[in-house]
Nanobody, 115 residues
């Protein structure tokens, strides 16, 4: 069992920045992938960014150059630094942990980009 707790969401103006955090606890496999996904109203959940335990990253085209995913392996925490935010980034952001057949989600944190 893995528990994921997200924090850092909120309301920000277009062009602003936010940093999301997700702390993972429980039985964490040494080889795993942590990631961020988002779901806007009326839309399917989509990949934002992932990072493997080896440090490899992957980003959605829509966030490349604006968002940065990073991790603190000692604390089993993953971060998402979001810069140059746009109204279309508004969504509930979910943390995800995947390892072998395991797949866990956090409760989500709301990010709203609006003036």
């Amino acid at each position: 069992q893995v528990r994921l707790v997200e924090s850092g969401g909120g309301l920000v103006q277009p062009g602003g920045s936010l940093r999301l955090s997700c702390a993972a606890s429980g039985v964490i496999f040494s080889i795993h992938t942590l990631g961020w996904y988002r779901q806007a109203p009326g839309k399917q959940r989509e990949l934002v960014a992932t990072i493997t335990s080896g440090g490899d990253t992957d980003y959605a085209d829509s966030v490349k150059g604006r968002f940065t995913i990073s991790r603190d392996g000692a604390r089993n925490t993953v971060y998402l630094q979001m810069n140059s935010l746009k109204p279309e980034d508004t969504a509930v952001y979910y943390c995800n942990y995947r390892a072998y057949s395991e797949n866990y989600w956090g409760q989500g944190t709301q990010v709203t980009v609006s003036s």
